[in-house]
Each structure stands twice: as structure tokens, then as C-alpha cells.
């Protein structure tokens, strides 16, 4: 059991909130990428509203605790772990409704490195309390544009959350999957699902094109962003996200466990 007090100090020294690794510059590219609409950054949203630079860095003030001075372009991005508490905190009610409710589930990652086991995790739980956790189109093929040019992976799953793979890479049924933003991997999963006559998630969980690919096709989604994902908070702001996490995506894998023991025990989970 993890209290908020010794989450909020854990956020902070390590780097999931606070100043973070992401920097300032990084983050105001995929804002300025994002009002382009640029696709490498809205990652399989369709943004209804005319996004400019200047409203998603207001928007990522207020969902993350960035500095909303445009005048403000280097250094370390910074995210308020107050902010980060709360989504947690909301983030674990949406879990704890599905336990409550049974829901199929959808797991999928584009940081397998880093993200695979607090997911993983999640999936345990909530197979445990009796959710179906959906595993459709597991080997199918995914051709994703990378700045390589067109790359081909395949879908695989490692305890229940999905992922990709170059094909014959080594580990398969291991978490050494490629990185990847693209919503091509969720919507492969989610026509197969529909294609084989379902189920299909009552809720979908992960990152980047996993909850924007989702949540723009209509499926209720929650997950993690960092301040250069301008993405998911785009899509939390026009409804299309339920819930996005606040958080450096990127750091040491062991150091998100005292989250996911802190968002299983605010669900009511046991792990």
C-alpha cells in the first residue's frame, strides 16, 4: 500500500513529475506538429476544434502543470504532481467501475520497455476480478510508416497487453517489443475483434495511438501522456478520452510500480 504522500515524493524523485526528462523544446515541437496536424503527433485523433500552438500550450498548462508562457522555450518540461494524483485517482475509479461491471478489456503499449509491466499488472487484477482481457489479432501483421519508411511488425501479447514486434525477433511472449505511437495497432486489434463477431472492449488501456486510435473510433479509453503527447489530452478535452495520467513515460521500469500498487489499491484490487 503506497499513501498519496509517498506517491507524490516518489513522482518527484524520480523524475515521473516534476522537472521531468522531456524537454521544453521537444514539447513545443508536437505542439506546433500537432496544429499542423501533423500525424506522426495526433496519433490517430481527428481533433474537432482548430487547435493552435498557443491553445494546446494553455491546455497542457492546465491538464499538466507546463509553463504557459510561449515565451518559455528551453529547459526541462515540468508536470505538477498534484495533477498527476488526481488523474491517478480517477484513472483507478474507471478500473475499479470495470472490475464492478466485468468489461472486456484491451491492453496495449508502444513503450513495451519501459510501460509493460504496470499494465500487465492491471490486466492480472482485473482478469482476477472476473474482466475478460481480449487478446484479438494476436500474430496479425501491422505496416507502420516510420522515419525508416514503411515497416512491417507483427501483434503479439505478453501477459495480456498487447504490443509489436519486427518479425523473428527474438522474445516473443517477452516485453521487447518495438516503440511505436502509431494507432495502427489498436485498430488492427479492434477489426479483428469486431470481424471475428466480438467481444469488443468495454474499455481500452495504454498509451498514444492505443487511447487516441480508441477513443476516436468510439471506444471509452484511459491511459498515460507526457507533456510532448498533446494528443491525448486533445482527446480528453473533447470528450474522446476518459481519463489521461500525467507523467514522464519514458523512465526506469521498476520505477512505476509504486503506481500501480497505488492504483490497485485505490480500486479496490487486490494484486
Known sequence: MVSTGALRAHLLAVGLAGAVATSREVSL???????????RVTIGLDPEGDWKQSDLI???????????????????????????????DAFAERLAEAARNRSSVLFGTGHPHRLLGFYAALADVLSAAGC??????????????????????????????????????????????AHTH?????????????????????????????????????????????????????????????VVVPLDDAVRSDYYRPLTRYVINRACLSQ
Not at 29 to 39: E, K, M, N, T, V
Not at 62 to 88: M, N, Q
Open 132 to 177: 475478460t482481457v481480449l487478446t484479438p489479432a494476436h500474430g496479425n501483421c501491422v505496416d507502420i510508416t516510420t522515419r525508416f519508411g514503411l515497416r512491417t511488425y507483427n501483434l503479439d501479447y505478453v501477459r495480456g497487453v498487447a504490443l509489436v514486434r519486427e518479425p523473428g525477433a527474438r522474445g516473443a511472449g517477452r516485453g521487447t517489443g
Open 58 to 88: 494553455a491546455l497542457m498548462a492546465e491538464k499538466c502543470g507546463v509553463s504557459a508562457d510561449s515565451r518559455h522555450t528551453s529547459g526541462p518540461d515540468v508536470i505538477d504532481p498534484d495533477r498527476t494524483l488526481r488523474a491517478l
Open 182 to 242: 502509431s494507432p495502427l495497432p489498436v485498430r488492427t486489434a479492434l477489426a479483428a475483434a469486431a470481424e471475428a463477431g466480438g467481444p469488443l472492449p468495454d474499455l481500452v488501456v495504454g498509451d498514444h495511438g492505443w487511447v487516441c486510435g480508441a477513443g476516436q473510433l468510439g471506444f471509452e479509453a484511459i491511459g498515460l501522456g507526457d507533456t510532448d503527447d498533446p494528443a491525448l489530452f486533445v482527446g480528453e478535452a473533447e470528450g474522446r478520452v476518459s
Open 29 to 39: 515541437r508536437s505542439y506546433r506538429l500537432f496544429a499542423a496536424r501533423d500525424p
